[in-house]
T-cell receptor, first 115, second 113 residues
Framework: EAGVAQSPRYKIIEKRQSVAFWCNPI?????LYWYQQILGQGPKLLIQ????????DSQLPKDRFSAERLKGVDSTLKIQPAKLEDSAVYLC?????????????FGSGTRLTVV | DQQVKQNSPSLSVQEGRISILNCDYT??????FLWYKKYPAEGPTFLIS???IKDKNEDGRFTVFLNKSAKHLSLHIVPSQPGDSAVYFC????????????WGAGTKLIIKP
């Protein structure tokens, strides 16, 4: 089966610019996660979708970050405006459903550098 | 406030020997623990997990041990192989975290030939 697809792989932007990342989960996976991984740290959950509804966005900086999952399939994560501290790898993961009995499959991530 | 800690940023082990990666947690409500492996430029991949009702879980060369009283878990890899060189993340989950994964910072394992 095809894995979780993410694009772009790399992005360099200036602070205060905007950027968008795209994720296409594994076909049939109802749950989709966006994680932020800052260098030297573990991944931090930004938002979790179940189909096209938000389950948890408690750690999403909503003043600058937004995410959507229209039609319950692929998803976009946007940052506007970007800050230097947003430099990180943004990982998308999907699973059949919510719950740890269902394994997560991660994409390769998008490495964002804000200069 | 780091609820899951991996205190060794890196570990170097001779091929064929045992690799032991450690993880400590502070939240006694965590009841499920996972280890993920990550190669450069790839996403993490699931390796092995353990529920708090067990103290050991084995899968081939990989064994995870859980010491609940010490709030400590460890991953043993025996024997270590060159392909095991990667960053290993410990993650924990429980009711307190709404069953979301809380991740450690990772340990980079280097297997020397």
């Amino acid at each position: 089966e095809a894995g979780v697809a993410q694009s772009p792989r790399y992005k360099i932007i200036e602070k205060r610019q905007s950027v968008a990342f795209w994720c296409n989960p594994i076909s049939g996976h109802a749950t989709l996660y966006w994680y932020q991984q800052i260098l030297g740290q573990g991944p931090k959950l930004l938002i979790q979708f179940q189909n096209n509804g938000v389950v948890d966005d408690s750690q999403l900086p909503k003043d600058r970050f937004s995410a959507e999952r229209l039609k319950g399939v692929d998803s976009t994560l946007k940052i506007q405006p970007a800050k230097l501290e947003d430099s990180a790898v943004y990982l998308c993961a999907s699973s059949l459903s919510h719950g740890l009995d269902y394994g997560y499959t991660f994409g390769s991530g998008t490495r964002l550098t804000v200069v | 406030d780091q609820q899951v800690k991996q205190n060794s940023p890196s570990l170097s082990v001779q091929e064929g020997r045992i690799s032991i990666l450690n993880c400590d947690y502070t939240n006694s409500m965590f009841d499920y623990f996972l280890w993920y492996k990550k190669y450069p430029a790839e996403g993490p991949t699931f390796l092995i997990s353990i529920s708090s009702i067990k103290d050991k879980n084995e899968d081939g060369r990989f064994t995870v041990f859980l010491n609940k009283s010490a709030k400590h878990l460890s991953l043993h890899i025996v024997p270590s192989q060159p392909g095991d060189s990667a960053v290993y993340f410990c993650a924990a989950s429980g009711m307190d975290s709404n069953y979301q994964l809380i991740w450690g910072a990772g340990t980079k394992l280097i297997i020397k030939p």
